[in-house]
């Protein structure tokens, strides 16, 4: 189903967009789903501590949640890219790779980027032998050697949450490393002083930025993670707007803490709220949280 104006433009289909769109779909809004196809896990095989879904491909549950999508009339799923969104009097004007496309509210779910240090073979080990968060990918190298990249209390804590699960961990500066190779089970760590190091896996904490540009063109308020400030609810400092998943911080939490469950709740609580914003829009603007 087209409609002229969409009652919700989501942006972007990973797992925080697409439970969006369920969200508002179940209530009978229309929306429209645009998704680039660049996941922040498009190299992982397996992803992992989602309860039902653990060890699935993130290619599968995406395409578990578009078969749910596809049983609601009102949803609508487009695979472009969205290149602007200008905010107009009633809602908002955005130009795709695929057309223009006005909608009423919007949730933004572009996600974040990670830029890996430049290290030759980082890149083709990211989200296999090299990830960031012991959570998703621990227990895959358990009771053989883990590495760490780099430096003060959080890789610290990071350390000390990986010594229950690794035969050893060893931490390595950032400027240790001067090449990684994929072995087939695990990686091989050459190092600029001694001898290189054979693991099952590394940990390291990539420099992140939002993914799309939208927050900066819509000016939302950001915090010092690089993401977009929003409640619990996913309202973002501008009423009509709503975000979720990883390019979004309820600033009450210390750091972001990204996995695909909570982008997946953070898109079913900005898709609520965005119901409700279309069902009593004065209200809302009256009760919105960040009108300082
Ligand atoms: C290496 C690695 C391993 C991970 N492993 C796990 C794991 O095992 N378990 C776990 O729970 N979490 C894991 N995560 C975290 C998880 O991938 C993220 O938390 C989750 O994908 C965030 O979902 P999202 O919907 O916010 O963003 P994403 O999944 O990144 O989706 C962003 C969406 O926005 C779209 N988009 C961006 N810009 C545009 C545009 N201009 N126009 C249209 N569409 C656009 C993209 O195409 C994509 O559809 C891992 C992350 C990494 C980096």
Redesign the pocket.
């Known amino acids: 189903m087209e409609a002229d104006t969409y009652d919700a433009l989501v942006?972007?289909?990973?797992?925080?967009?697409l439970q969006a769109a369920l969200t508002l779909g179940r209530m009978h809004r229309t929306v429209l789903l645009?998704?680039?196809?660049?996941?922040?896990?498009g190299?992982?095989a397996h992803?992992?501590?989602?309860v039902t879904h653990d060890g699935r491909a993130?290619d599968e549950l995406r395409r578990l949640a578009r078969e749910d999508l596809a049983r609601y009339a009102t949803v609508e799923l487009r695979e472009?890219?969205?290149?602007s969104v200008e905010e107009t009097e009633d809602g908002f004007v955005a130009r795709t790779s695929d057309g223009t496309v006005e909608a009423r509210t919007l949730i933004l779910?572009?996600?974040?980027t990670?830029e890996l240090p430049d290290v030759p073979g980082l890149a083709e080990a990211?989200?296999r032998e090299v990830?960031?968060?012991p959570f998703?990918?621990g227990h895959e190298f358990a009771d053989r050697p883990i590495g760490l990249v780099g430096e003060g209390p959080s890789i610290a804590e990071l350390e000390a949450i990986l010594v229950p699960i690794g035969s050893e961990v060893i931490t390595f500066g950032h400027h240790d490393l001067v090449k990684v190779e994929r072995l087939e089970d695990g990686l091989l760590v050459q190092r600029r002083a001694g001898p290189a190091v054979e693991l099952a896996g590394l940990f390291l904490h990539p420099s992140t930025s939002q993914?799309?540009p939208f927050a900066e063109q819509l000016g939302l308020d950001m915090l010092p993670s690089g993401c977009v400030r929003v409640d619990a609810l996913g309202r973002t400092s501008r009423p009509r707007v709503f975000a979720?998943?990883?390019?979004a911080h309820v600033e009450e939490l210390p750091v972001p803490m990204?996995?695909?469950?909570?982008?997946a709740a953070a898109?079913q609580a900005a898709g609520a709220s965005a119901v409700r914003f279309l069902a009593n829009p004065d209200s809302e603007v009256e009760s919105h949280p960040f009108t300082d």
Do not use: K, Q
């Open positions: 942006i972007g289909g990973g797992p925080a967009g645009v998704d680039s196809g660049r996941y922040r896990n190299t992982v992803s992992h501590n989602f993130p472009a890219t969205v290149e779910a572009t996600g974040m990670d990211w989200g990830a960031n968060c998703c990918h993914a799309a979720a998943g990883d390019l990204p996995s695909i469950l909570g982008a898109g």
